[in-house]
């Protein structure tokens, strides 16, 4: 299988995971307060979801098979889908375990070595999430990305508990802290429910964002000078992939080679274009025929983009 460099920040991802659930669970264990235990039990998530994901990346790197000619890159959709039911797991267990400590609030014991831990905890997972943050984006990794805020909403999920223990220390409001492992649960709702849409639209095969296209466009508006014009552009992403298509339309008195080797040109400038691995196929058609400006869908019908 080909080596790739994201796998080591999904290993990076795993050992925060690790290490976050020790310190956690001992912040709990010396304060029993219910802040600390949800916040614990999340990161059992992160272990889970880091794990998931290092297998999905295995997947996506793959190369193409008679099963899958178009490669398996899509696999980074399931792994961010997966993390975002997983964060929506954790969010509605934080309030399931919350919500009977708002009826019986409950006295936390040493409160100043659980802030410690519980610090130490969220400076690991800030770390490692804005990595794993930066890197997705760089290298257009959906995968890294997911994982990077996943643990950016642990981060949130503690400084909520930190903030309720503080709280509690100085002013006796037990309550406080059930109070603030709710809210910030329904914080981490909102940051899962944007990650499986995200997913969803990725598995739909969605267009490439609107700055890359135009990018792409700008290009080919240029070759007008050359007497090249191009319709039926259709983009879509399939996790690191990007898969573009077009009609390139060439003067008729162009020999087959002359016009090969221009569409050539064309694909490979658009590949060059981008980091990631791209996939350029044109669809040659002579200028002057009227029916060639017709724009072709991919059911090779004309496009009605308002039926």
């Known amino acids: 299988m080909k ?65 899958h000619e178009f490669g398996h890159s899509k696999a980074e959709y399931f792994s961010s889908a997966a993390e975002g039911a997983l964060i929506l797991i954790a969010a509605f267990t934080i309030i399931w375990s919350a919500v009977p400590r708002l009826i019986d609030p409950r006295p936390i014991e040493n409160i100043n070595t659980g802030l410690l831990f519980s610090l130490l905890a969220s400076l690991v997972n800030l770390g490692v999430g804005l990595t794993l943050i930066h890197q997705g984006k760089k290298r257009s990794s959906l995968l890294l990305e997911a994982d990077g805020k996943h643990l950016l909403t642990d981060v949130w999920t503690s400084v909520g508990v930190i903030t309720a223990i503080v709280i509690v220390k100085f002013t006796g409001w037990l309550i406080v802290d059930p109070i603030i492992a709710i809210l910030v649960a329904l914080n981490i709702i909102y940051t899962g429910y944007r990650l499986i849409m995200r997913s969803a639209s990725g598995l739909m095969d969605a267009s490439l964002p609107e700055e890359e296209v135009e990018k792409i466009t700008s290009y080919l508006d240029s070759l007008k000078e050359q007497q090249i014009e191009y319709h039926s552009l259709l983009t879509r992403a399939a996790g690191r992939r990007k898969f573009i298509a077009m009609h390139v339309l060439v003067p008729g008195k162009w020999t087959v080679k002359q016009a090969h080797d221009r569409a050539d040109e064309i694909e490979q400038t658009i590949v060059n274009m981008f980091d990631e691995p791209v996939t350029v196929h044109t669809h040659l058609e002579p200028v002057e025929d009227p029916a060639s400006m017709k724009d072709i869908g991919i059911d090779r019908q004309e496009i009605d983009w308002n039926p």
């Open 3 to 67: 080596k790739n460099p994201l796998r080591k920040f999904i290993y990076l991802s795993i050992a925060a995971a690790i290490v976050t659930i020790l310190l956690k669970f001992y912040a709990y264990f010396v304060t029993d307060s219910m802040g600390f235990l949800s916040d614990a039990l999340e990161s059992f998530v992160n272990l889970f979801a880091a794990i998931f994901a290092l297998v999905m990346l295995n997947i996506s790197l793959k190369p193409a098979d008679k099963e």
